[in-house]
């Protein structure tokens, strides 16, 4: 949960930051070489169309204003203000979900706007966010003092792996990682216009682009009451 100054007017104290992070990153010979992310909050829609009620402006004013915003109930991040930049490439955005009247139609990219309309299917977007086309480009290792974006993927990536630690510790999670193993919200979204089924197919959807070069790995978890989170790993190795 975030808030910032003058959150009160849009009748809330504080939001959900979004509800699904996707992360991508790519190694050469065991070595991160790039990193992209995008977060996303998700809207049941009616026909590829969603209009934002008036319970849910605050986000919106998140999303279309970029505002410093300061944690709330996030352990070992409360208080701490961040800062993303707004730019163009929108790397906080709405995924729309059609209702269950239509459950075999793809879920689609929306860019903030009180009508938010489906663009691209996220069979597309995925895709475009390993070759980084989509999302923003993350440097979790030495981020400069005014990338908060990359600040606040880290701090999502922290929460993330304390989550994941704990559901395994708990019995919940019997294995994180590999493909088969996912939570099945996951499965229903890259299956949803059958383009891929699991990491394993990457490689034949891409076509031969060469973005693996050595393998993939992913692990999908969704932690009760937070946000779920799609972390993506390919390799290259070097000849």
């Not at 504080?14 to 996707?22: C, F, K, P, Q, R």
């Not at 009616?46 to 996030?74: I, M, P």
């Not at 929108?90 to 059609?98: D, G, K, N, S, T």
Request: with cysteine.
């Amino acid at each position: 949960m975030v808030t910032w100054k003058g959150i009160q007017s849009k009748g809330k104290k504080s939001v959900e930051l979004g509800d699904l992070m996707i992360c991508h990153f790519h190694s050469i010979n065991n070595t991160m070489s790039c990193a992209q992310a995008i977060i996303l909050q998700a809207k049941v829609a009616r026909g590829n169309q969603h209009t934002v009620g008036r319970k849910e402006l605050a986000q919106l004013d998140l999303y279309d204003q970029y505002h410093r915003f300061e944690y709330r109930r996030s352990p070992g991040l409360n208080g701490h203000p961040r800062q993303i930049a707004k730019a163009s490439d929108h790397p906080l955005a709405y995924m729309l979900i059609e209702s269950a009247s239509h459950p075999h139609k793809p879920f689609r990219l929306a860019v903030p706007n009180v009508k938010l309309i489906g663009r691209q299917a996220m069979e597309i977007v995925i895709p475009r966010l390993l070759l980084g086309r989509s999302g923003r480009a993350v440097h979790l290792t030495n981020p400069s003092s005014n990338d908060d974006w990359s600040k606040v993927i880290k701090d999502l990536l922290t929460i993330t792996y304390r989550s994941a630690y704990r559901l395994i510790s708990q019995g919940k999670v019997a294995h994180p990682r590999g493909a088969g193993r996912f939570p099945p919200a996951f499965a229903q979204m890259v299956t949803a216009n059958g383009q891929f089924g699991d990491v394993k197919s990457l490689t034949s959807f891409f076509g031969g682009m060469g973005i693996n070069g050595g393998g993939e790995d992913a692990v999908a978890i969704v932690p009760p009451g937070g946000m779920g989170a799609i972390l993506i790993r390919t390799i290259a190795r070097e000849e």
